[in-house]
């Protein structure tokens, strides 16, 4: 079992950065590859980024390619989510995932375990 829990959300002028945390129970963490998942009012839930075992391996979503860098500091059982050049469009409940397998998947299907989320408002 893993318990997954993000920081860092909050409220930022388009344009700006934020860096999202999500800390990470249990002592088998450096196993599991890690994503992030965003859900606007009224959207379905949607892929951001994420990230293999080791961190050798990212992956993206097409619109978030180069403003986003996911990581993670498997000696602390930490995950990050650097957010730069932010955009109104990226308001949303962003949500941590962990999934019992090395590799990266880019579906929430693929996930077994989430975060309660944070919040991200970009204003214009």
């Known amino acids: 079992q893993v318990q997954l829990v993000e920081s860092g959300g909050g409220l930022v002028q388009a344009g700006g950065s934020l860096r999202l945390s999500c800390a990470a129970s249990g002592r088998t963490f450096s196993t599991y590859a890690m994503g992030w998942f965003r859900q606007a009012p009224g959207k379905e839930r949607e892929f951001v980024a994420a990230?293999?075992?080791?961190?050798?391996?990212?992956y993206y979503a097409d619109s978030v390619k180069g403003r986003f860098t996911i990581s993670r500091d498997n000696s602390e059982n930490m995950v990050y989510l650097q957010m730069s050049s932010l955009k109104p469009e990226d308001t949303a409940v962003y949500s941590c995932?962990?999934?019992?397998?090395?590799?990266?998947?880019?579906?929430?299907?693929?996930?077994?375990?989430w975060g309660q989320g944070t919040q991200v408002t970009v204003s214009s």
């Open positions: 995932a962990a999934r019992a397998g090395g590799v990266a998947v880019t579906t929430d299907s693929g996930y077994n375990y």
């Open positions: 990230i293999n075992w080791s961190g050798g391996r990212t």
